[in-house]
């Protein structure tokens, strides 16, 4: 592509390839090294995938919270782990020191720079640019379907592979080479962890289109979902670099 910096998300849990924190640091090393000795500057966030990222799972609902997330009204999570990653490049763009690209990245975000250069990407790769006004330009799934809470408490847990495992029994991915992929269909999350919840309470939203896949996706969404009458420790997602 032409690059001459290049900077990773590393993922480490449950919901990522790489499952324990060593592997995904070695991991990291290894990729960091490759890309140094090919002449880009490279470096690494290693970064937690326990829990899923944001709320939403699905090819357009995730279109949706990024572009959300360009408007300033994402998931926090999403949005200071995006910072974070684009803070890093900013810096190896040597356009900042570490004081300042934070602020310049969270400023473009505001001012809705990021968002208009996000708009001028999908003119450039022939989309519709229009999408970023009107998500109803994007499938819609035509079915939503409620997971709650069977208790009262505190969301201690939700394991990010088994709301993946739900999105893709929706059709919103592949068990097989030869399935078809419903772009419409998907999970949002409801809650976060550490968040307290009430019995009867929305855990999740599953959008779904065919109804013979619904009652193996509520259960794996339920399945991911931990309560418990104790408040976790909510652990940051960066828990480390490599450069």
């Known amino acids: 592509e032409g690059i001459d910096a290049l900077v990773l998300d590393v993922k ?30 490279t470096e690494a966030l290693l970064t937690t995938m326990d829990a899923p990222l944001g709320r939403d799972v699905g090819n357009a609902l995730e279109v949706i919270e990024s ?18 990653l684009a803070a890093r490049m900013v810096m190896l763009a040597g356009k900042a020191d570490s004081a300042r690209a934070e602020t310049m990245v969270r400023e473009a975000i505001g001012s809705g720079a990021g968002l208009e250069i996000f708009r001028k990407i999908i003119a450039w790769q022939g989309g ?4 970023i006004d009107d998500y109803g330009l994007l499938p819609t799934a035509d079915r939503r379907h409620a997971v709650t809470a069977p208790s009262a408490g505190y969301v201690t847990d939700i394991d990010a592979m088994g709301i993946a495992r739900a999105a893709m029994r929706l059709g919103a991915g592949r068990d097989r080479l030869e399935d078809t992929i419903d772009p419409a269909v998907g999970v949002r999350l409801r809650v976060d962890v550490g968040d307290r919840v009430e019995a009867g309470q929305p855990l999740a939203e599953l959008h779904f289109n065919d109804s013979a896949r619904l009652f193996e996706a509520a259960a794996l969404a339920a399945g991911a979902c931990t309560i418990a009458a104790e408040a976790p420790r909510v652990a940051p997602r960066i828990f480390g670099d490599v450069v």
């Open 12 to 41: 480490a849990g449950r919901g990522a390839f790489m499952k324990t924190p060593e592997a995904a640091r070695a991991l990291a090393e290894s990729l960091v090294a490759v890309g140094n000795r090919a002449g880009v500057r």
């Open 128 to 131: 519709n640019p229009r999408v």
């Open 67 to 84: 572009i959300e997330t360009l408007k300033g009204r994402g998931p926090r999570d999403l949005e200071d782990l995006s910072v974070a």
